[in-house]
């Protein structure tokens, strides 16, 4: 079975410039997850979308968007980016069962950096 | 609100030796799940281990084992047999299993360095 994907893998961008990063999930997963992982903040839950519906948000401004489609890739929007959403942002599918382990899988992130 | 501890710094261990992964938490639910994640330098978070805090046994993956101790609320990562690869930081994870809070918490990792 194929793993997460996302694309792209690094991206460059000035302040003020918007951005989209997209993920794939595993085949059969429903739920997406998406984490900004910064140096000083750590690992920091952004928000989860499952069948195409956002299902929990965290604590980030409304600059920070997503959406799900129907075959559960997801997509992540950050419009006039600041330098301190450089950082590295993963993608985590799951079956998004609340009964048994759902665990989530993680893809390779997309390494965002805002000059 | 949930919220994971991981307090040693780098750690070192010798190829071939056994080393344990510290991580407390904090919850007010019942009913949870406990992760670890190894994050090598590529930055992919990889799934180890998982933990039900109403799992009797403790959870073993391979070399992995989880020393879960819920009235301690402890949930700490055993890693036998260190080899070279396991060099990377280890994040402890948990969430709730009660309603739709699906985000994992993760602590803020700790660095495994295993010397040859």
């Known amino acids: 079975k194929a793993g997460v994907t996302q694309t792209p893998r690094y991206l460059i961008k000035t302040r003020g410039q918007q951005v989209t990063l997209s993920c794939s999930p595993i085949s059969g997963h429903r739920s997406v997850s998406w984490y900004q992982q910064t140096p000083g903040q750590g690992l920091q839950f952004l928000f989860e979308y499952f069948s195409e519906t956002q299902r929990n948000k965290g604590n980030f401004p409304g600059r920070f968007s997503g959406r799900q489609f129907s075959n559960s890739r997801s997509e992540m929007n950050v419009s006039t980016l600041e330098l301190g959403d450089s950082a590295l942002y993963l993608c985590?599918?799951?079956?998004?069962?609340?009964?048994?382990?759902?665990?989530?899988?993680f893809g390779p992130g997309t390494r965002l950096t805002v000059l | 609100a949930q919220k994971i501890t991981q307090t040693q710094p780098g750690m070192f261990v010798q190829e071939k030796e056994a080393v344990t992964l510290d991580c407390t938490y904090d919850?007010?639910?019942?009913?949870?799940?406990l992760f670890w994640y190894k994050q090598p330098s590529s930055g992919e978070m990889i799934f180890l281990i998982y933990q039900g805090s109403y799992d009797e046994q403790n959870a073993t993956e391979g070399r992995y084992s989880l020393n879960f101790q819920k009235a301690r609320k402890s949930a700490n990562l055993v890693i036998s047999a260190s080899q070279l690869g396991d060099s990377a930081m280890y994040f402890c994870?948990?969430?709730?299993?009660?309603?739709?809070?699906?985000?994992?918490?993760f602590g803020k990792g700790i660095t495994l360095s295993v010397r040859p």
């Open positions: 994870a948990m969430r709730s299993r009660n309603g739709a809070n699906s985000k994992l918490t």
């Open positions: 919850t007010s639910d019942q009913s949870y799940g």
């Open positions: 985590a599918s799951s079956l998004g069962d609340h009964l048994g382990r759902y665990e989530q899988f």
